[in-house]
Structure formats: C-alpha cells, structure tokens
C-alpha cells in the first residue's frame, strides 16, 4: 500500500542500548522529518532530511542520528538510549502542495 | 523562530454541540499556511484543515471551520454539531512555504485535548 511505514510500533529497550527506528514511503517525496510527540509538548521536530544524503537537525537532535542514503528511507537511531527519549516518534514526508502524511508513530519506552 | 500556542490544553463539549478551539502564532512572515491535525487514540495523525494565509476567505471543510484573523496571528477552530467520533488530539501547526530557510518544516502547537459528553 501507498504511504509511510514506521517499524517497529512498539519497542521496549533498555538505558544506554542503540535503537533504530524505520521509516519508509512508497513515494519519491523529497523532504522527510522526524518527530517526537510528548505530553505537553505537542510534536517537536528531531531531525529532517531534503534528499538522499542531505539531512538537518530539527529543534531537538541531541543523543539521535540519521541517514539518508535512499530516497524512500529515513531511518532514526537513538545511539544510546536514555529515559528521557521515552516518546512517541512520528516519520513524516512532504507531498505535492504541502501535503503532508504522517507515519503510525513508533511509542518507544527506555527502561 | 515562529511559535504556535494553543493556550486549553483540554476541552469538552456536549454531542451535537459547538466547539471552538484556539491557537495564536507568532511569526514575521506575510506568506505561510496553517494547519489543523486531528490525533484520535489510534495515533494517527489526520488533517482536518488548512487556511492559506493569502486568502481572506475562512476555510470551511463540512462541520469544521476556522476562523483566520491575520492581523491577530489567531487561528481558531469549529467544530459544529460534534460528535462522538470527534473526540481526539488536535495540533494546530504552522508551515513558511518555501525551501529556502525552513525547509518546509511544520511547526506544532502542544495540542488540545477533546472530550465529547454524549
């Protein structure tokens, strides 16, 4: 099916592990983004990419990488994993118009 | 760096009833799009409107509304005759349309949480 696929939906990992989560689109949408969604703090931008190899921080990088090597692909990787990246994360690409689609979200707890 | 408020962090209306949902923002730019985003317990998040900010006209999508007050930076929601099924998160989110510094990226409200009374 057309769209954005987050991977996993869940995840339960522990302090200090690395974490990856996936995002994939069906599209050849250029700009991709990640977000976190906190309670109280609505959705705030972590990282966001233009194009394959092109990526830049959003409002709050710290503690996360991303890649972009395919057009389709924009994977985030907690590279060691703390309590305070308990979140709801949210892939996101940009269509025609801005139209925007949003993946399911991946709700990560950092035990 | 622009800025959306929605200042009620939870409201409730009754079935069939009117709702208005708030949001202010703060930017110098005379050209950009706003947003409203449904978030129900699915996670999933929904566009339920958009007002570009070169139209004077109030957009309208069935039983939701908006009421865009340039001059004001407000950005307000109706939802008229709710019902059950409108029961949810709602971001209010701001967008600069173009490539060159914002990269079109999305900027969120902290969300106003809905609760529809049968």
């Known amino acids: 099916d057309a769209g954005i696929t987050q991977s996993p939906r869940y995840k339960i990992t522990e302090t200090g592990r690395q974490v990856t989560l996936m995002c994939h689109q069906t599209?050849?949408?250029?700009?991709m983004f990640w977000y976190r969604q906190d309670l109280g703090h609505g959705l705030r931008l972590i990282y966001y990419?233009?194009?394959?190899?092109?990526?830049d921080k959003g409002e709050v990088p710290d503690g996360y990488v991303v890649s972009r090597s395919k057009t389709e692909n924009f994977p985030l990787t907690l590279e060691s994993a703390t309590r305070s990246q308990t979140s709801v994360y949210f892939c996101?690409?940009?269509?025609?118009?801005?139209?925007?689609?949003f993946g399911s979200g991946t709700r990560l707890t950092v035990v | 760096a622009q800025t959306v408020t929605q200042s009620q962090p939870e409201m409730s209306v009754q079935e069939a009833e009117t709702v208005t949902l708030s949001c202010t923002y703060d930017?110098?730019?005379?050209?950009?799009?706003l947003f409203w985003y449904k978030q129900p317990p699915s996670r999933q998040m929904i566009l339920v409107i958009r007002?570009?900010?070169?139209?004077?006209q109030n957009a309208t999508e069935n039983r939701f509304s908006v009421n865009f007050q340039k001059a004001a930076k407000s950005f307000s929601l109706k939802i008229s005759d709710s019902q059950l099924g409108d029961a949810a998160m709602y971001f209010c989110a701001y967008l600069t349309p173009y490539s060159g510094g914002s990269n079109y990226k999305l900027t969120f409200g902290k969300g106003t949480l809905l609760t529809v009374n049968p």
């Open positions: 996101a690409s940009k269509g025609d118009f801005y139209g925007y689609t």
């Open positions: 930017t110098s730019e005379s050209d950009y799009y």
């Open positions: 007002q570009e900010a070169y139209k004077q």
């Open positions: 599209w050849s949408h250029s700009y």
């Open positions: 990419s233009a194009a394959a190899d092109i990526t």
